[in-house]
């Protein structure tokens, strides 16, 4: 078992930043994956990011490659992801997801976030 807990979402103008957390507990932090999605409203859940155990393998979305990065800290048991440069297409609620058997299904989600860029 795996639980998961965002925060840091917010209410933020464009062109602003803020940094998301996941803070996981349950299963030894570094021996799985995690990913973060999002979720706009009337659209479909997208993936947006992910980290592997160690942190040294990344894939981030092309539409926020250069804006967003994704990292972790495996001694704080945190996934972050910050996010710069921010449009109000990214508002979303935000998600975190952990990928304990390495199949690249999310088994375990946190609760979400939201994420507000205003015009």
């Known amino acids: 078992q795996v639980q998961l807990v965002e925060s840091g979402g917010g209410l933020v103008q464009a062109g602003g930043s803020l940094r998301l957390s996941c803070a996981a507990s349950?299963?030894?932090?570094?021996?799985?994956?995690m990913a973060w999605f999002r979720q706009a409203p009337g659209k479909e859940r997208e993936l947006i990011a992910t980290?592997?155990?160690?942190?040294?393998?990344?894939y981030l979305r092309d539409s926020v490659k250069g804006r967003f990065t994704i990292s972790r800290d495996n001694a704080k048991n945190t996934v972050y992801l910050q996010m710069n440069s921010l449009k109000p297409e990214d508002t979303a609620i935000y998600y975190c997801?952990?990928?304990?058997?390495?199949?690249?299904?999310?088994?375990?989600w946190g609760q979400g976030t939201q994420v507000t860029v205003s015009s």
């Open positions: 997801a952990a990928d304990v058997r390495g199949s690249q299904i999310y088994d375990y």
């Open positions: 980290i592997n155990w160690s942190g040294g393998n990344t």
């Open positions: 349950g299963r030894t932090f570094n021996s799985y994956a």
